[in-house]
């Protein structure tokens, strides 16, 4: 973060999904490279940028549900959001995105955004947070040359699911830990984006090192805002076949409150 944003109170996060006004339904971002493996951008830090122009045509500012359909590969630089309102009722606002840059369109994504006002007479959920070890005894993300991702989230691997970074590979792809922003900054609705695809892809812990796993598809359902400093989150990958992987994602606040499920759809592809 720059001395001006520390002066202003802005995060980076803040900042690098921050869109400005272009024309009709029309706006102007740019892509960071703050939030990137390898030089690629984060698929939920897009996702992030793609809904927050979204809420600023919605007249509903709670997300229910976000899509992303990944098009292409694109480079930090300055994109053109295209906003579109397909549908609403009393209720439900829905939206689509698309992020053009150099005239290329790169990313579509679809929301569905909800009033604060809903009944929540029958809140319920049949499963708990996951069993986590202690934060001192979990492995926290090294930082990594162009993994500038890892320079601006504290993650924790719980040690079940981290023998792959030693070369202990374990019987099922599954990850799981703790996150939080480095800078401290609170969990609101688009951090909770970023943070369901921020965790290393589950395929490393019973496969290892792999050459790329690129989304195709995400999804992201939010259920609350969480008030905690920590997040918990597991995910899972149950299928493979073709080249293709589904994971399965579920983040949790430490008052074992659900926040976010997610599921996604990959390529996968071995390292040689």
């Given amino acids: 973060m720059t001395k001006s944003e520390e002066k202003s109170g802005m995060s980076s996060f803040d900042k690098d999904i921050a869109v400005t006004p272009k024309g009709d339904s029309l706006f102007a971002g740019n892509v960071s490279d703050n939030w990137s493996i390898a030089g690629i951008p984060n698929g939920g830090y ?30 930090p630089g300055p994109v053109d959001l295209a906003v579109e309102n397909f549908a609403s009722s009393l209720s439900l606002d829905r939206y689509q995105t698309r992020l053009i840059q150099d005239g290329k369109e790169h990313i579509r ?10 009944d929540r007479t029958y809140d319920r959920c049949e499963k708990s ?41 374990s019987e099922k792809s599954e990850m799981k830990g703790w996150i939080k922003f480095k800078d401290d900054r609170p969990f609101d609705a688009l951090s909770i984006l970023l943070m369901a695809d921020a965790f290393p892809p589950p395929v490393l812990a019973s496969l290892g090192s792999v050459a790329w796993v690129p989304t195709v598809e995400l999804s992201t359902s939010l259920y609350q805002v969480p008030a905690t400093k920590w997040l918990k989150c597991q ?30 759809a990959a390529r996968f592809k071995k390292a040689k």
């Fill in 129 to 169: 947070a996951p069993e986590l070890a202690p934060l001192e005894q979990c492995l926290a993300a090294p930082s990594v040359p162009t993994y500038t991702l890892l320079d601006n989230v504290d993650m924790r691997l719980d040690p079940e699911c981290a023998g792959w970074v030693t070369g202990k590979l």
């Fill in 46 to 75: 897009l996702m992030a940028l793609l809904t927050n122009a979204m809420l600023q045509e919605s007249k509903n500012e709670n997300i229910l549900v976000v899509t992303a359909t990944y098009l292409s590969r694109l480079k």
């Fill in 109 to 118: 994504a679809m929301g569905t955004f909800r009033p604060s006002n809903m």
């Fill in 235 to 264: 995910f899972r990958t149950y299928f493979m076949s073709r080249g293709f992987l589904q994971e399965d994602g579920e983040v949790w606040d430490e008052d074992g409150n659900l926040v976010a499920a997610c599921r996604q």
